[in-house]
T-cell receptor, first 114, second 111 residues
Framework: EAGVAQSPRYKIIEKRQSVAFWCNPI?????LYWYQQILGQGPKLLIQ????????DSQLPKDRFSAERLKGVDSTLKIQPAKLEDSAVYLC????????????FGSGTRLTVV | GQQLNQSPQSMFIQEGEDVSMNCTSS?????WLWYKQDPGEGPVLLIA?????ELTSNGRLTAQFGITRKDSFLNISASIPSDVGIYFC???????????FGQGTRLTINP
């Protein structure tokens, strides 16, 4: 089966610019997650979707980050405006359902804010 | 804040040696998982544990769900060069539904 697809793989932007990341989960996976992984740290959950509804966005900096999963399949994560501390790898993961913790991760998008 | 303490942060070993790493917390966990991350890739699930005391193997890897439910251990036997990477523990805290990750253990193997 195809894995979790993410694009772009790399992005370099200047601070205060905007950026968007795209994720296509494994077919049939109802739950989708966006994680932020800062260099040298473990992934940190930003937002969790169950189909097209938000389950947990408690750690999403909502003043600058937004995410949507309009049709319950693909998802986009946006940062506007970006700050230097947003430099990180943004990982998308999916699972069959909310109680399935064997997530499948994509390869991530490495964001560098200069 | 930091909920999982993973140690050691890094390991430098000789090929063929056994490896041990662990994760501890002050919280009680319902589920423990171990992931491996290669450079430029996302984490890949190695082993999942669902019951206190559970011992599960995946090839040369063995993981255990601690009896207290506050810790987990991963052992790799007879290490080979492809074991190089960063190993993460992750867990689901009792009463919560999200996965939290440790800081990772970077494994380097000298041939």
């Amino acid at each position: 089966e195809a894995g979790v697809a993410q694009s772009p793989r790399y992005k370099i932007i200047e601070k205060r610019q905007s950026v968007a990341f795209w994720c296509n989960p494994i077919s049939g996976h109802a739950t989708l997650y966006w994680y932020q992984q800062i260099l040298g740290q473990g992934p940190k959950l930003l937002i969790q979707f169950q189909n097209n509804g938000v389950v947990d966005d408690s750690q999403l900096p909502k003043d600058r980050f937004s995410a949507e999963r309009l049709k319950g399949v693909d998802s986009t994560l946006k940062i506007q405006p970006a700050k230097l501390e947003d430099s990180a790898v943004y990982l998308c993961a999916s699972s069959l359902g909310a109680g399935d913790y064997g997530y499948t991760f994509g390869s991530g998008t490495r964001l560098t804010v200069v | 804040g930091q909920q999982l303490n993973q140690s050691p942060q890094s390991m430098f070993i000789q090929e063929g040696e056994d490896v041990s790493m662990n994760c501890t917390s002050s919280s009680i966990f319902n589920t423990w998982l171990w992931y491996k991350q290669d450079p430029g890739e996302g984490p890949v699930l190695l082993i999942a544990l669902y019951k206190a005391g559970e011992l599960t193997s995946n090839g040369r890897l063995t993981a255990q769900f601690g009896i207290t439910r506050k810790d987990s251990f991963l052992n790799i036997s007879a290490s080979i060069p492809s074991d190089v990477g960063i190993y993460f523990c992750a867990g689901v805290i009792q009463g919560a539904q999200k996965l939290v990750f440790g800081q990772g253990t970077r494994l380097t193997i000298n041939p």
